[in-house]
Antibody, heavy 120, light 107 residues
Framework: QVTLKESGPGILQPSQTLSLTCSFS??????????VSWIRQPSGKGLEWLAT???????GYNPSLKNRLTISKDTSNNQAFLKITSVDTADTAIYYCARRGLWALWFAYWGQGTLVTVSS | DIQMTQSPASLSASLGETVTIECRASEDIYNGLAWYQQKPGKSPQLLIYNANSLHTGVPSRFSGSGSGTQYSLKINSLQSEDVASYFCQQYYDYPYTFGAGTKLELK
């Protein structure tokens, strides 16, 4: 059974760096064809894809966030991570990690999400 | 970036009705489209992939169709548990982009 769970700081101040962890079970990020992504959703609004990391360590980023994003993984501990630098109030959102289907491009499995609030 | 224009933004329908939600891409996405259902306070759940393939476990009253730049999600015989927001997403090209969503309510 595939499960994913996000964790984060809850609240942080503008200009700080946001660090998020996705802990998962039921699959390995060393298995060919597996990729994990981060997606966020401001309250009451739509979804925004942020970044993806795959089994062979390839990475993709949303250029709208320019150079603020870094995605990484710890295969041994079944975790994926996302860092967002220089946060501001516009980064307040629920952050989801999601796994694509095997050798697929759509998001077949989602975590429950973690709320991040940026406030001074 | 490929822009996804979803309509309508909100929809009110009666139990047993058939509803259709549309999604238009700013360029041809060659059926690289998924539909997700999101209930209040929950994470999105995959309904349809490759524009018209039903995800495992999804009721057959949901169906997807379309090609090129125009796609649609149809829900036959609306049930109370279908009250949710629905999002389309293109995965033909990076960055993946989503429609703004359709909020479906019961009349």
């Amino acid at each position: 059974q595939v499960t994913l769970k996000e964790s984060g700081p809850g609240i942080l101040q503008p200009s700080q760096t946001l660090s998020l962890t996705c802990s998962f079970s039921g699959f390995s990020l060393s298995t060919s064809g597996i990729c994990v992504s981060w997606i966020r959703q401001p309250s009451g609004k739509g979804l925004e894809w942020l970044a993806t990391i795959c089994w062979e360590d390839s990475k993709g980023y949303n250029p709208s966030l320019k150079n603020r994003l870094t995605i990484s993984k710890d295969t041994s501990n079944n975790q994926a991570f996302l860092k967002i630098t220089s946060v501001d109030t516009a980064d307040t959102a629920i952050y989801y990690c999601a796994r694509r289907g095997l050798w697929a491009l759509w998001f077949a499995y989602w975590g429950q999400g973690t709320l991040v609030t940026v406030s001074s | 970036d490929i822009q996804m224009t979803q309509s309508p933004a909100s929809l009110s329908a009666s139990l047993g009705e058939t509803v259709t939600i549309e999604c238009r891409a700013s360029e041809d996405i060659y059926n690289g489209l998924a539909w997700y259902q999101q209930k209040p306070g929950k994470s999105p759940q995959l309904l349809i992939y490759n524009a018209n393939s039903l995800h495992t476990g999804v009721p057959s009253r949901f169906s997807g169709s379309g090609s090129g730049t125009q796609y649609s999600l149809k829900i036959n015989s609306l049930q109370s548990e279908d009250v949710a927001s629905y999002f389309c997403q293109q995965y033909y090209d990076y960055p993946y982009t989503f429609g703004a969503g359709t909020k479906l309510e019961l009349k």
